[in-house]
């Protein structure tokens, strides 16, 4: 059964980088069918797709946030990660990894990120 | 962008009955439609692809139809455990998937 797990800090300071990692397992990333990627959900809101990339580093942002994303992948270790830069309090969110299988089918049980000084 | 529309904000059932939840998209998304459930505290989990298919381990009581602008999911005999918000995503504009802003099903 294929799973993937969020980590990174929960706490950033204001106008500083989020970093957080996806650790993948049960399955390899280097899969071809699939892209892997980024959604968050700010507290009691909706669903915002971040980003995706595919094993060999292909990616795509939401133009509303591109200027301040980078999605990795280190096919070796199994994982991918997102940088989100120069971060505000509207970035406070749950941020979930996920599969990407045309739609979602996969998502890891999210990892809330608090913005504050 | 592709905007995605969900209607109602709340929907309030009781248990055993159906609930119809709506999607609406600003432009055609051809069958390129899936549905979420989401729990407080839990990830997202899909339901339907394809606008019509019910995903892996999915209970046959939910049932998606529509395509072009219009979708519908619902839920024929309302369980206790079915009381959740809703999601509708489009990903016929890939990989800019857009979701809808949700539909909270509660407890009549």
């Known amino acids: 059964q294929l799973q993937l797990q969020e980590s990174g800090p929960g706490l950033v300071k204001p106008s500083e980088t989020l970093s957080l990692t996806c650790t993948v397992s049960?399955?390899?990333?280097?899969?071809?069918?699939?892209?892997w990627g980024w959604i968050r959900q700010p507290p009691g809101k909706g669903l915002e797709w971040i980003g995706s990339?595919?094993?060999?580093?292909?990616?795509y942002y939401n133009p509303s946030l591109k200027s301040r994303v980078t999605i990795s992948v280190d096919t070796s270790k199994n994982q991918f990660s997102l940088k989100l830069s120069s971060v505000t309090a509207a970035d406070t969110a749950v941020y979930y990894c996920?599969?990407?299988?045309?739609?979602?089918?996969?998502w890891g049980q999210g990892t809330l990120v608090t913005v504050s000084s | 962008e592709i905007v995605m529309t969900q209607s109602p904000a709340t929907l309030s059932v009781s248990p055993g009955e159906r609930a119809t939840l709506s999607c609406r998209a600003s432009?055609?998304?051809?069958?390129?439609l899936a549905w979420y459930q989401q729990k407080p505290g839990q990830a997202p989990r899909l339901l339907i692809y394809?606008?019509?298919t019910r995903a892996t381990g999915i209970p046959a009581r939910f049932s998606g139809s529509g395509s072009g602008t219009e979708f519908t999911l619902t839920i024929s005999s309302l369980q206790s455990e079915d009381f959740a918000v809703y999601y509708c995503?489009?990903?016929?504009?890939?990989?800019?998937?857009?979701f809808g802003q949700g539909t909270k099903l509660e407890i009549k």
């Open positions: 996920a599969r990407e299988n045309w739609s979602i089918d996969y």
């Open positions: 049960g399955g390899s990333i280097s899969s071809s069918s699939y892209y």
């Open positions: 990339i595919y094993y060999s580093g292909s990616t």
């Open positions: 432009q055609s998304v051809s069958s390129n």
């Open positions: 394809g606008a019509s």
């Open positions: 995503q489009q990903y016929n504009n890939w990989p800019l998937y857009t």
